[in-house]
C-alpha cells in the first residue's frame, strides 16, 4: 500500500480558509468513505481531527471540515489561527484490511 | 479518562528484536482495537497493525512478516514485537486506541488516543 499524496506544505493568514487535498486510489481514497485527518504539532502526539470523511469528534472545532470527491480527500480550515499551525495527515481504509496514511502537509499560519 | 504509555528500550541493534510495550490506564484494555504506529525521523506517519481485545490482529503488509502484536488483558497492555530491525526501522512508536466515536461504533482504522511516543534507535 502506498502512502496518500498530500503536498508538503500550505500557508495562510489568520481569519483566512486553507485546504489540503489528499490523493489516493479506487483501493482507499476512492473506494471508501473512511477517511481520517490527524492535527500534529511538534513533539506530540497526532490528534484525531475528522473521520467518515466528514465528522468531527467531539471537542473538534467546527472550523475544520472534510470532503471527498473521486479518489482526493480534502481538508479545510477556516478562520484560520495561530494554533493551528501543524502537521496534518489524512489516513484511509484499504482494501487489503489495512490502514494508509498521507505523507503529511505542514501548515504555517502567516 | 484513558491514557496510554509506551515503553521499552530506545536502542535495539541491527538484526535483534525491536519489542515495546504499551500500558492503558483510566480504562479497560478489554474492548476496542489497540495500535501501534511509527514514525520515522522527520517522516509520515506508518501503520504498523492492530489489536483487537479477543486477540485477533491485522498488520501492515510491509511489515508483516516481521511483527507481532500481542494483548495482556490481566496487566491491561499490548505490546510490539518486529524483529530482524534495520536502520530504516529507527521511528517514534506511538501506540493508540480506536474507541467509541459514536455510541457502539468504533472502528480501527480511526485511532482517538494516543501515546505520547517513544523513540526507538537502530544502531549497533
Known amino acids: 500500500q502506498s502512502a496518500l499524496t498530500q503536498p508538503a506544505s500550505v500557508s495562510g493568514s489568520p481569519g483566512q480558509s486553507i485546504t489540503i487535498s489528499c490523493t489516493g486510489t479506487?483501493?482507499?481514497?476512492?473506494?471508501?468513505?473512511?477517511v481520517s485527518w490527524y492535527q500534529q504539532h511538534p513533539g506530540k502526539a497526532p490528534k484525531l481531527m475528522i473521520y467518515?470523511?466528514?465528522k468531527r469528534p467531539s471537542g473538534v472545532s467546527n472550523r475544520f471540515s472534510g470532503s471527498k470527491s473521486g479518489n482526493t480527500a480534502s481538508l479545510t480550515i477556516s478562520g484560520l489561527q495561530a494554533e493551528d499551525e501543524a502537521d496534518y495527515y489524512c489516513?484511509?481504509?484499504?482494501?487489503?484490511?489495512?490502514?494508509?496514511f498521507g505523507g503529511g502537509t505542514k501548515l504555517t499560519v502567516l | 479518562q484513558v491514557q496510554l504509555q509506551e515503553s521499552g528500550p530506545g536502542l535495539v541493534k541491527p538484526s535483534e528484536t525491536l519489542s515495546l510495550t504499551c500500558t492503558v490506564s483510566?480504562?479497560?484494555?478489554?474492548?476496542?482495537?489497540w495500535s501501534w504506529i511509527r514514525q520515522p525521523p522527520g517522516k509520515g506517519l506508518e501503520w504498523i497493525g492492530y489489536?483487537?481485545?479477543?486477540?485477533?490482529?491485522n498488520y501492515n503488509p510491509s511489515l508483516k512478516s516481521r511483527v507481532t502484536i500481542s494483548v495482556d488483558t490481566s496487566k491491561n497492555q499490548f505490546s510490539l514485537k518486529l524483529s530482524s530491525v534495520t536502520a530504516a526501522d529507527t521511528a517514534i512508536y506511538f501506540c493508540?486506541?480506536?474507541?467509541?466515536?459514536?455510541?457502539?461504533?468504533?472502528?480501527?482504522?480511526?485511532?482517538?488516543?494516543w501515546g505520547k511516543g517513544t523513540t526507538v534507535t537502530v544502531s549497533s
Open positions: 493508540a486506541r480506536s474507541g467509541e466515536l459514536e455510541p457502539l461504533l468504533y472502528y480501527y482504522y480511526y485511532m482517538d488516543v
Open positions: 483510566g480504562g479497560s484494555i478489554s474492548s476496542y482495537y
Open positions: 489489536i483487537y481485545y479477543s486477540g485477533s490482529t
Open positions: 479506487s483501493s482507499d481514497v476512492g473506494g471508501y468513505n473512511f
Open positions: 467518515d470523511v466528514t
Open positions: 489516513s484511509s481504509y484499504t482494501s487489503s484490511s489495512g490502514v494508509v
